[in-house]
């Protein structure tokens, strides 16, 4: 049972779940664990560009950009393994909401490549923009895939009720946004402002479904329904929105200089810094709600699922955004916002591997 203490902190962000804390089984691999790799990818992105802030990041951006790419070359073979014994397996993994982190840590592992492995094998630089465009172009094309059959299931009214989890499957073309303004930069001219209006057209996408989703998310979990203990950590969901909103802005508005005017540019480069701003104001409280609920889902022992990873991406994008929008802005403090948000996300990240590490060996054989 909660604490007297427990019960008031309850309180103060919503209503303790009932719920006790129980080993849950752990599932095969499949779409379901993807949001590991978009932690993992995108922790070794805002690493290495914390390296001149934060001692020993450089390094540590190496081992973890090895790890989001083992995760995702082994959870992909293993999934396929799944699919080889049992054809009908993706018809039934079709309308999960994990395609969209199928998406997003395709596009976060190789953007994270992109930004490594130059700075450390400048010979292998062409290569590695050349996968995270290959891993772009695919991972867009799923995640609008994912986008276009949950505006199918709302149509057709078989699409459960708005949650946090929900929205992950309308989330990755903003991922696709910001990372494909990066590819746009390495592409011909013409070819590279296609890419940009891509990214463009995905950032306005996903913005709008977004909130259409966490809207209402928020609304049942306050005021009727709190979150399942097991659940705890996709408190952290919603923030994802919010910095990977900057993050594509910026982003977008700063590649834009190559096809727009001077005047335009300028225009487009105050808009995604009012963006920034106005994000930075409202995501405050999410970021405060979204941290109480997952310490308190840690301090009652939320039993693990590979959803502790749900509190993992968001957190970066808070990270990438600050960053990306305290280089645009040249306000220090906000660059390092995105830089105290990047420890945290080291925290989130090592909870999580350490949580399904610990879940994997108890599992038997």
């Avoid at 945290?344 to 590490?357: D, F, K, M, N, R």
């Amino acid at each position: 049972m909660p604490s007297v203490r427990d019960s008031r902190l309850g309180l103060l962000v919503n209503p303790d779940p009932a719920d006790e804390p129980r080993p849950l089984p752990v599932p095969p691999a499949g779409p379901i664990w993807y949001p590991a790799v978009m932690g993992t990818g995108i922790l070794a992105n805002t690493l290495h560009q914390c390296a001149e802030r934060l001692p020993g990041a450089a390094a540590l951006a190496v081992v973890v950009l090895l790890i989001s790419w083992a995760l995702l070359i082994g959870l992909t073979a293993g999934y396929g393994l799944r699919l080889a014994r049992d054809p009908g397996l993706l018809g039934r993994d079709l309308h999960s909401p994990f395609w969209g982190p199928v998406a997003m840590g395709a596009m976060s592992a190789g953007s994270a490549a992109a930004t490594i492995v130059p700075a450390h094998l400048p010979g292998l630089s062409a290569a590695a923009w050349a996968v995270d465009g290959v891993l772009w172009v695919l991972a867009t094309a799923i995640g609008l895939a994912a986008e276009w059959l949950h505006l199918l299931r709302r149509r057709r009214g078989t699409e459960p009720e708005p949650s946090f989890v929900s929205c992950l499957a309308v989330l990755a073309p903003m991922v696709s946004s910001t990372v494909g303004a990066g590819v746009a930069a390495h592409c011909p001219h013409i070819l590279g402002g296609i890419v940009l209006a891509i990214s463009a057209f995905s950032w306005i996408a996903s913005l709008v479904l977004g909130w259409a989703i966490f809207i209402p998310a928020y609304r049942s979990t306050l005021r009727r329904a709190p979150l399942p203990l097991a659940a705890s950590a996709s408190a952290i969901i919603p923030l994802g929105i919010v910095g990977q909103s900057v993050a594509g802005a910026v982003a977008i508005a700063a590649q834009s200089r190559a096809w727009l005017g001077d005047g335009a540019a300028k225009v487009l480069d105050a808009a995604a810094n009012g963006w920034g701003w106005a994000m930075l104001v409202l995501g405050a409280p999410m970021i405060a709600w979204g941290l109480l609920v997952y310490a308190r889902g840690l301090a009652r022992s939320m039993p693990f699922t590979p959803g502790w990873f749900g509190a993992t991406f968001p957190i970066g994008t808070l990270a990438l955004g600050g960053i990306l929008l305290g280089g645009s802005t040249g306000v220090a403090a906000v660059t390092w916002m995105g830089t105290a948000a990047c420890v945290v996300l080291t925290a989130t990240v090592s909870i999580g591997l350490a949580g399904a590490a610990t879940a994997l060996l108890r599992e038997p054989a």
